[in-house]
Nanobody, 116 residues
Framework: QVQLVESGGGLVQAGGSLRLSCAASGSGFKINAMAWYRQAPGKQREFVAVIISGEATNYAASVKGRFTITRDKNTVHLQMNSLKPEDTAVYYC????????????WGLGTQVVVSS
């Protein structure tokens, strides 16, 4: 099993920046891909960004050009620039662990609040 712990959330003004991090820990695992999702109040959890084997990336249209996902071994980061109030959500880390169900590992989330 893999444990994922997010950090870096907080309160910022519109136009500001935050950098989220997610550290994976455990024994005898390898992670193929890591992703970020978010869930705003009253809304369904939605995809934000994914990075595959530290190379290929993909972003939701709503964050493309503003957010950047990077990975260093078993730690993934999400650099969020030009934040908007609609970015307010709990951000969750997700991982695709080799030998396990696809993208079945989740962190507990970190809160991001963007004020207007």
């Amino acid at each position: 099993q893999v444990q994922l712990v997010e950090s870096g959330g907080g309160l910022v003004q519109a136009g500001g920046s935050l950098r989220l991090s997610c550290a994976a820990s455990g024994s005898g695992f390898k992670i193929n891909a890591m992703a970020w999702y978010r869930q705003a109040p009253g809304k369904q959890r939605e995809f934000v960004a994914v990075i595959i084997s530290g190379e290929a990336t993909n972003y939701a249209a709503s964050v493309k050009g503003r957010f950047t996902i990077t990975r260093d071994k078993n730690t993934v980061h999400l650099q969020m620039n030009s934040l908007k109030p609609e970015d307010t959500a709990v951000y969750y880390c997700n991982a695709d662990v080799l030998g396990e169900d696809a993208f079945a590992s989740w962190g507990l989330g970190t809160q991001v609040v963007v004020s207007s």
